[in-house]
Every structure is written in C-alpha cells, then in structure tokens.
C-alpha cells in the first residue's frame, strides 16, 4: 500500500524564521513528487520534482527531492504571515487508466505564522 | 491558461437529496479528469478518475453507485451524491490532467458540502 508521511503535523512560528517541512514516501511506480499550498480552497501547485539532488526554487521557497532515501523536504526562509497554510506533498504515480498519473496526498503539515 | 472551474462552489441540502457538482476545464480540453474529497483536518483522498467517453475507475471503498461520475465531453465531468446523506458532507474537489503543462493535474476551486 502506498504510504506518504508529512512531519510535523503543525508547526507554529513567527514572521522571520526559517522552516524545514519534511515528506517521506514509499510508493510503487514513481514519477514524481510534488508540493501543494493550501489555504482555504483547492491546492495552489508550487513545486514538482523529477530528479534527485536539483532544487528548485521560487522566492523564499526552494525544495529537494531524494529518490534514494524517498524524502522530500520543502524550505520557506523568511516567513510571512501570508505563509500561512497547510502544505501537502504528493508523489505521482503511474497507474492504470490514466496516461497522466495518480497523485497520493500526504496528510499535510499546518504552517502557522505570527506577526 | 489552464483553468478548471468548479460549480456549485458550496451547496446545503436535506438528507436524502441527490447533488450535482461539474467540473469544467476553461480553456483546455481534459480527457482525464480526478475527483477528491477531503474532510476537515485531512488530506485529499482521491475518489476516482474520470475519462472522457468510458466508464470512471474508482478507487477501492469508494462506492460507483453512490458516487456517480460522467464525462460525456471534453471540457466537462460531473459527480453526482446520491441520495446524500450528513456523512458525505466533505470539500470535494476536482482536478483535469493538460499535457505538457508544468504541473500534472489542474484544480478546482473545490465544493463544500453540508447535508442536514
């Protein structure tokens, strides 16, 4: 069965600080690992990640993917209130049915940033 | 570009009613779209995949016949709760698949879904 885990659950910090949110998975046929913001709607898509060892980066937003030890970790330098969210990871699979892949949800961590 | 719009954005109805969400890719054609549900404080939960022209595939524990999904065209899919009941009061949400996009999958803004 496949399996995502995010750690923490919940993380609370103040405007300024740096946070490190991590996601460990152990699915069949893997595609790729992607990275969600959610507020209160569907997600807002911020990263997908293909190969191992290359970040990327958008703003005060980076994220690694490492395909040897399955893990993924998403970084926010700098926080801003606006950060605020729950952020979901999610490995895309390949699966039957679909040419363009299954996306499995981790169970999200809760970012709360005060001012 | 890319976008997917979903209607109602929130429905309220009484026990027992059956309820119509669409899904509509704007300015793309999808012939693959996906249906999720998330309740409070979870994550997403996929609850099928939907293709233009056949027959949805659900996932395991999701019922067909509760659940009833139709992709009669390219640009629209409609989850149909039948029969509704309070514990299938969820944010559902769907997604269309566009190729060579930068992102697998399109959301949604998402349907809350409060049955009485």
């Known amino acids: 069965e496949d399996k995502v885990v995010q750690s923490p659950l919940s993380l609370v910090v103040h405007e300024g600080d740096t946070v490190t949110l991590n996601c460990s998975y152990e699915v069949t046929n893997f595609r790729s690992l992607l990275w969600y913001k959610q507020e209160k709607k569907a997600p807002t898509f911020l990263f997908m990640l293909?190969?191992?060892?290359i970040e990327k980066k958008s703003g005060r937003l980076s994220s690694i993917l490492d395909k040897k030890e399955l893990f993924s970790i998403l970084n926010i330098t700098a926080t801003q209130t606006g950060d605020s969210a729950i952020y979901l990871c999610a490995p895309l699979i390949n699966a039957g049915g679909t040419s363009y892949g299954k996306l499995t949800f981790g169970q999200g961590t809760i970012l709360t940033v005060h001012p | 570009g890319a976008v997917v719009s979903q209607h109602p954005s929130w429905v309220i109805c009484k026990s027992g009613t059956s309820v119509k969400i669409e899904c509509r890719s704007l300015d793309f054609q999808a012939t693959t779209m996906f249906w999720y549900r998330q309740f409070p404080k979870q994550s997403l939960m996929l609850m099928a995949t939907?293709?233009?022209?056949?027959?949805?595939?659900?996932e395991q524990g999701v019922e067909k016949d509760k659940f009833l999904i139709n992709h009669a065209s390219l640009t629209l899919s409609t989850l149909t709760v039948t029969s509704a009941h309070p514990e299938d009061s969820s944010f559902y949400i769907c997604s269309a698949s566009l190729v060579n996009s930068n992102q697998p999958q399109h959301f949604g803004d998402g349907t809350r879904l409060s049955i009485l």
């Open positions: 293909t190969s191992s060892g």
């Open positions: 939907s293709n233009e022209g056949s027959k949805a595939t659900y």
